[in-house]
């Protein structure tokens, strides 16, 4: 027997699909999606606008299944963060923070990641496998239904929790149709966000395929250090990835930017040079900056920079007519600060095949 599709994979066109082959009209979907994304009802039997023979139908071949969640932490800063079981004891984590205009939800989008970077948790764990887009949408719903009964709302996604999206294309684009489609999530473009690190064909493709924003994690300005800290630059370096953000820019009707992300190591790439550097390569690139405080996690051996070295650092782009802001850390107390995702992950690659990636 065929296993049961799990309508969660389905953005609208593949649940038009779904329909057209069960001999249903298009407006099955715009019912299923409500009862899914709006009314938070998963048990096909009370779709009662269905007819009795269809949602019998669909009990037989489909499902709305979830992954299940194995622990909720509040972060004294309001910040919470959920531990989600896979499957085969594989987790990954998803954290909320909540800002005073917005509330945003940092997805996953692999069981750990293959890329390796020498400063991230998720990095040192090696790869397991990717996320499907229900696995991936399944984390937004299960947010959705924690905080609304708390009284507060997503209204921004990003793409900033385990796993490099760009590896993970396809499920990754599905996931963000029905993050942006009106009868599911609805959210606009700029709230939104896939941060990559340079995986430059797929980040071409992605320019069109997909109208969301972009944050590029750079971390170095030049190839040298880059290739030590985010290794996929020996595949992708530097020149070739700026030339993918500029397909990126110019693609779609609506200006558009790129968020740089730089993570602030001590004595490894926060000097007054690579301010210099970092602001000589974004000249007349369309791009705001955003520095993250290196967060520490057990196995890692580099510290953050002060927070003086930050502001200089800072300084020296503003002065050049660079946008930049610093991040400020949220979640340290439940181990939820960006780059500390950790899960769990089960009969990874090893971490010496990723780097040859
Ligand atoms: N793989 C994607 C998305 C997940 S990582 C990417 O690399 O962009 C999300 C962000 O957290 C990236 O900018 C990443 O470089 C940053 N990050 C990873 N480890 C970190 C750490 N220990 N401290 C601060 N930021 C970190
Ligand atoms: Fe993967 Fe991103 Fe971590 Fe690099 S920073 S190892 S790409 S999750």
């Avoid at 709305?64 to 499957?87: C, E, Q, R």
């Avoid at 606009?188 to 071409?204: D, Q, Y």
């Avoid at 690579?274 to 967060?295: C, D, M, T, W, Y």
Wanted: hydrophobic share 40%; with cysteine; aromatic share 8%.
């Amino acid at each position: 027997m065929n296993e049961k599709q799990n309508l969660l994979n389905y953005n609208q066109q593949a649940l038009n699909d779904f329909f057209a082959k069960l001999g249903e009209k298009p407006y099955r979907t715009k019912q299923i999606m409500k009862w899914i994304y709006k009314d938070h009802v998963f048990d096909f039997n009370q779709m009662l606008n269905l007819s009795k023979k269809l949602r019998e139908q669909l009990t037989e071949i489909a499902c709305i299944d979830f992954p299940t969640v194995v622990s909720k932490n509040h972060a004294l800063d309001g910040v919470v963060k959920w531990v989600i079981d896979m499957g085969s004891e594989n987790n990954v984590e998803m954290v909320y923070i909540p800002e005073k205009d917005r509330g945003t939800l940092c997805i996953s989008s692999q069981v750990g990641c293959a890329l390796a970077c020498t400063f991230c948790s998720t990095g040192y764990q090696g790869f397991n496998r990717n996320l499907s887009t229900a696995e991936i949408i399944a984390q937004v719903l299960i947010a959705n239904l924690h905080l609304t009964s708390s009284g507060k709302r997503i209204s921004n996604v990003v793409f900033m929790g385990m796993g490099e999206p760009m590896l993970n294309e396809e499920a990754v684009y599905s996931a963000c149709d029905l993050l942006l489609d009106d009868l599911s999530f609805g959210l606009s473009r700029r709230k939104v966000t896939i941060s990559s690190s340079g995986v430059v064909p797929a980040l071409e493709r992605m320019s069109e395929r997909v109208p969301v924003s972009l944050a590029i994690s750079l971390h170095a300005p030049t190839d040298d250090l880059r290739d030590e800290l985010v290794p996929i630059n020996k595949k992708y370096p530097i020149k070739e990835l700026m030339r993918a953000c500029d397909v990126y820019l110019n693609a779609g009707t609506q200006e558009r930017h790129i968020l740089f992300e730089y993570v602030m190591l001590k004595g490894v790439n926060d000097s007054q040079q690579h301010a210099e550097q970092l602001a000589k390569l974004l000249k007349g690139v369309s791009a705001k900056v955003n520095l993250i405080p290196f967060n520490p996690f057990p196995q890692s051996e580099y510290q953050v920079s002060s927070v003086r070295t930050i502001e200089k650092f800072q300084n020296i782009l503003f002065s050049q007519g660079i946008r930049t802001m610093t991040r400020r850390t949220r979640g340290e107390d439940v181990d939820a600060a960006c780059g500390q995702l950790a899960g769990k992950v089960k009969d990874k690659t090893k971490r010496t095949d990723a780097r040859r990636n």
